[in-house]
């Protein structure tokens, strides 16, 4: 016998979708690469089910390419972030939802 699968819990709403899709687009005009916007963008859709509280740079409106507005507050010594960083799960003081781009 076939165990019933719960699909709430595997399939993505409109919303999950919506927001997939339009961090995909952002990654893209910011010049990443079509596989590595995906993966993000799945990553950040799995997190937000998840209820994770890390957020990423790139859902931070401090955040521009290459670069954090709000270093100081984010205890960084920089203003750069390397992509490495920006894809990375974190908690951040200087974090603020919301993009400009
Ligand atoms: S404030 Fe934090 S989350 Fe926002 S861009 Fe800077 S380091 Fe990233």
Redesign the pocket.
């Known amino acids: 016998m076939v165990d019933a699968l719960d699909l709430s819990a595997v399939a993505w709403t409109d919303g999950d979708i919506a927001r997939f899709l339009d961090r995909r687009a952002r990654l893209l005009r910011w010049g990443w690469a079509e596989p590595e916007a995906e993966k993000l963008a799945d990553r950040l859709a799995r997190r937000d089910r998840d209820r994770d509280e890390r957020?990423s740079?790139t859902d931070?409106r401090?955040?521009r390419p290459g670069r954090?507005g709000?270093?100081r507050?984010?205890g960084?010594n920089v203003a750069e972030?390397g992509r490495d960083l920006?894809a990375m799960l974190q908690r951040?003081a200087?974090?603020?939802q919301g993009t400009t781009a």
């Open positions: 957020v740079c931070c401090h955040y954090c709000n270093h507050r984010a960084l972030v920006a951040c200087g974090f603020d």
